[in-house]
């Protein structure tokens, strides 16, 4: 039968939330596709997290080696074409992150397979393949058809499938690695964060996010408080970044970054669709914003129509209070 392969894509001892997402997304192609679903596996010491990934997967390949311990997209790039052309994967899906956009690209190279970059939607149509990307700065949605091929390799955008709940119990396989020698064109040498800021948007589960409703760099620490309060995190859109406001590690969008949050306040925020595209497949979004025809209001679960100056902090004032009375009964 013929396979889907996911690559999973782990990083100082957690699986990425893509590898979840394109296992989603790949579960619904197989089934379209009357194909199987395989999770790749590469690492060292890497088959505790193969129990996890057969929850979403038919099938785990695992396959262990040294030279795999941490990612070097040489070693992957061996090691994938190998599996590739041994197993001859209808798909093999990768996500669209700094390891996939090194891996990728060259994988296509060497196998001579046709290959479609940061998409944020796939189908077969028969035989064909259709993928869906964005042009002009996310402005346009283009479908494009891949030219026919026995095996295909495309890269994900993150935050774009929404992960569902495991219904799999998928065999785990040991492999032997195909890696014979030594990794010589590129090699690890340490993991380096950024340093522009100490906190990932993308990790937090509540980000109160600002526009230039806020009139002033004064009243940034008004909705920095609302954001304390909710054990949230302060995040914005770009305007607030160029005005220099707020660092670009803060900013949500397509300049910016892509959330998923469980809760999305947008304040003062007029819901450009550069902004949108960055945090629409949040959980909840909820917008204040005083202008009634304001687009975001069109993406937003809840909307106050009203001045944030007057909303906000009333809404501090009401969160603290039922705070208290929680901690008192």
Known sequence: MKEIFVLAEHRQGQIRDITFEMLTKGEELAETTDTQLTAI?????????AETLSKYAEKVLLIEDIKLENFNSEAYQQTLSQLIIKKKPLLTLIGHTSYGVDLAPGLATKLNLPLATDCIDLKFNGETLLVTRQMYGGKVNVRATIRKSKSYIITVRQSTFTVQKPTMNGEIIEMSSSLSEEISKKRFIKYLLPLSGDIDITTADILVSIGRGIKDVSNKPMVEELAKILGGVLAC??????????????????????????????????????HVLGMKNSDLIIAINKDPNAPIFNFANYGVVDDLFKIVPSLKEKIIELKSARSQS
């Open 41 to 49: 596996l590469l690492g060292k010491d890497v088959k505790k997290y």
């Open 237 to 274: 859109s770009r305007p607030i970044v160029d005005k220099g406001w707020l660092s670009s590690d803060r900013q949500v969008g397509t300049s910016g970054k892509t959330v998923k949050s469980k809760l999305y306040f947008a304040i003062g925020i007029s819901g450009a669709f550069q």
